[in-house]
């Protein structure tokens, strides 16, 4: 099995296509299948690549830094509760079949991952494998079995 | 005015105690924007959207979106209510924000659906300003004004 650092790098290539593919079916007002595709990605970085940070990773890193309230951490979780948000804003968009909204949602959603992945990818995943107690193993296994429930 | 690593804490404010502030109007409506810090850790804004006028918001969904060349995010409303004005300068002019952020570059006037408990969930004060100070510390915030 991979690092985990390279596991949860691969997982936000991986929930990246499936918001981009509901974006392709906002765009082509195929919106059924964007819900359904919005719902897919949602479950697999809330549900899965999320709830596994929050649970597993974030944790052994404060542990590592001895810092139970580290800036690192709090900021991440704080990005983490923004983005429920967004979703739950961009589902209501699909629904209301409001294309403008939900583009704008898009944006500002696609702009906050990339600067809370690029964070996590440099200051957080290189260090976790030193941190866990078995360099990650069960926390990678829950984020591939994650995977496989959500083919992209 | 209190002044905390050069932010501008004003004490007569309510506070989410991350990044939102909000003002009571004499009219009951509640007036809401971003701090000193929290413009700070943005950095230079360069779009922002803010809902339309009537459109009802659920507490904790974003009145605004915010977006510099390092930072988008949200800004929450505490309270459920109706968007009754909106800051239509911001919308051309985002870096106001950067500039003046509790007078010009208010974002949005919200009239509460319970104005009894609009203010349940943030605080004011000498509590709300010991909670921003120990926010601006722990992410390291040096605010500094931009006068334009």
């Given at each position: 099995m991979a690092d985990i650092d390279?596991?949860?790098?691969?997982?936000?290539?991986?929930?990246?296509?499936?918001l981009e593919q509901s974006a392709h079916a906002v765009s082509a007002g195929a919106w059924r299948e964007a819900a359904h595709l919005l719902e897919v990605f949602r479950h697999?970085?809330?549900?899965g690549h999320m709830m596994v940070e929050e649970s597993t990773l974030f944790p052994a890193f404060e542990r590592k830094e001895g810092d139970d309230d580290h800036p690192l951490t709090t900021l991440l979780r704080k990005g983490h509760q923004d983005l429920r948000i967004f979703f739950e804003e961009m589902a209501?968009?699909?629904?209301?079949?409001?294309?403008?909204?939900?583009?704008?949602?898009?944006?500002?959603?696609?702009?906050?991952?990339?600067?809370h992945d690029a964070k996590e990818e440099t200051e957080l995943?290189?260090?976790?494998?030193?941190?866990?107690?078995?360099r990650g193993e069960a926390a990678g296994k829950r984020i591939l079995a994650c995977e496989a429930e959500t083919p992209s | 005015m209190s002044e905390y690593h050069g932010c501008e804490l004003p004490e007569d404010l309510f506070y989410d105690l991350d990044y939102v502030w909000l003002r009571p109007e004499d009219d009951g409506t509640l007036t809401i924007g971003i701090t000193d810090p929290a413009q700070t850790m943005s950095g230079r804004l360069q779009k922002a959207r803010i809902k339309k006028i009537g459109t009802h918001l659920d507490a904790g969904r974003h009145v605004a979106t915010l977006e510099s060349g390092k930072w988008a995010g949200g800004v929450p409303v505490p309270f459920a209510g109706e968007v009754i004005a909106r800051n239509e300068a911001l919308l051309e002019d985002p870096h106001l924000i950067n500039v003046a952020p509790y007078s010009d570059a208010w974002i949005a006037r919200i009239k509460?659906?319970?104005?009894?408990?609009?203010?349940?969930?943030?605080k004011t004060g000498p509590e709300a300003i010991e909670a921003l100070e120990a926010w601006i510390k722990r992410y390291d915030v040096q605010c500094m004004r931009c006068s334009e």
């Amino acid at each position: 099995m991979a690092d985990i650092d390279q596991i949860m790098q691969h997982d936000h290539e991986h929930l990246d296509q499936l918001l981009e593919q509901s974006a392709h079916a906002v765009s082509a007002g195929a919106w059924r299948e964007a819900a359904h595709l919005l719902e897919v990605f949602r479950h697999g970085l809330v549900d899965g690549h999320m709830m596994v940070e929050e649970s597993t990773l974030f944790p052994a890193f404060e542990r590592k830094e001895g810092d139970d309230d580290h800036p690192l951490t709090t900021l991440l979780r704080k990005g983490h509760q923004d983005l429920r948000i967004f979703f739950e804003e961009m589902a209501e968009a699909i629904q209301d079949q409001d294309a403008e909204s939900f583009d704008d949602l898009l944006s500002t959603v696609q702009t906050i991952l990339k600067q809370h992945d690029a964070k996590e990818e440099t200051e957080l995943y290189p260090y976790l494998a030193a941190a866990l107690p078995d360099r990650g193993e069960a926390a990678g296994k829950r984020i591939l079995a994650c995977e496989a429930e959500t083919p992209s | 005015m209190s002044e905390y690593h050069g932010c501008e804490l004003p004490e007569d404010l309510f506070y989410d105690l991350d990044y939102v502030w909000l003002r009571p109007e004499d009219d009951g409506t509640l007036t809401i924007g971003i701090t000193d810090p929290a413009q700070t850790m943005s950095g230079r804004l360069q779009k922002a959207r803010i809902k339309k006028i009537g459109t009802h918001l659920d507490a904790g969904r974003h009145v605004a979106t915010l977006e510099s060349g390092k930072w988008a995010g949200g800004v929450p409303v505490p309270f459920a209510g109706e968007v009754i004005a909106r800051n239509e300068a911001l919308l051309e002019d985002p870096h106001l924000i950067n500039v003046a952020p509790y007078s010009d570059a208010w974002i949005a006037r919200i009239k509460p659906d319970d104005p009894q408990h609009a203010l349940d969930n943030v605080k004011t004060g000498p509590e709300a300003i010991e909670a921003l100070e120990a926010w601006i510390k722990r992410y390291d915030v040096q605010c500094m004004r931009c006068s334009e």
